[in-house]
Nanobody, 125 residues
Framework: QVQLVESGGGLVQAGGSLRLSCTASGRALSRPTMGWFRQAPGKEREFVGGINWSGGDTYYSDSVKGRFTVSRDNAKNTVYLQMNSLKPEDTAVYYC??????????????????WGQGTQVTVSS
């Protein structure tokens, strides 16, 4: 079994920054793609950004492109989500997830088979 643990969430003012981390442990992952999703109250879980196994390819939703950056350190089994210029509409629980094929970056939650427990990000206006 694989465990994913997110950290780094919190309360920040609009225009501020946060960096989320997601560390994997347990059974060795087969070179997975890692994705970040978020879910606000009353809304569906949505794709934020993802990174392939090598880190050479990333993909972002239009709503965060240019503000958020996904990176990874495979030696530390950790993926990061750097969030800049935060807006109140970025408020949500943020989840990391892994997809078995490290060459693809799916955007649908059902494509990911392991999930973290989530970390709350609140952006005040």
């Amino acid at each position: 079994q694989v465990q994913l643990v997110e950290s780094g969430g919190g309360l920040v003012q609009a225009g501020g920054s946060l960096r989320l981390s997601c560390t994997a442990s347990g059974r060795a992952l087969s070179r997975p793609t890692m994705g970040w999703f978020r879910q606000a109250p009353g809304k569906e879980r949505e794709f934020v950004g993802g990174i392939n196994w090598s880190g050479g390819d990333t993909y972002y939703s239009d709503s965060v492109k240019g503000r958020f950056t996904v990176s990874r350190d495979n030696a530390k089994n950790t993926v990061y989500l750097q969030m800049n210029s935060l807006k109140p509409e970025d408020t949500a629980v943020y989840y990391c997830a892994s997809h078995w094929n490290g060459g693809l970056i799916p955007t649908t939650p059902n494509s990911y088979n392991y999930w973290g427990q989530g970390t709350q990000v609140t952006v005040s206006s």
